[in-house]
């Protein structure tokens, strides 16, 4: 690398600064297009699905509480734990 101060790269940073230094990087020939295909697998990738579900009141209120007390709307809350429920992180209490 060159003089200048590189303190908060990482070493796949650096790399790429060696790379563009060396004369090594090759520059995407249509970036619009790269751009795109990225952005439609980040979108892909966090797609979310409105669902209806029917719930009793007063879970609704504890749920909501229990969202205030966190700082989160109740709404992320529920999605936050059905996640986690469908990736095995929630586990029932014995």
């Known amino acids: 690398m060159n003089d200048q ?7 796949e940073e650096s790399a790429i600064v060696d790379a563009v230094e060396n004369g090594e990087y090759i520059a995407e020939k249509n970036p619009s297009k790269r ?5 439609a697998a980040a ?19 504890k749920i909501r509480s229990i969202a205030y007390q966190k700082g989160v709307p109740y709404q992320t809350l529920v999605s936050s734990v059905i996640h986690q429920f469908a990736h095995g992180d929630l586990v029932e209490r014995s």
């Open 5 to 11: 101060k590189y303190d908060v790269l990482d070493s």
């Open 35 to 39: 751009i795109g295909e990225l952005q």
């Open 43 to 61: 979108a892909a990738t966090v797609k979310k699905k409105p669902i209806t579900v029917r719930i009793q009141e007063q879970d609704i209120q």
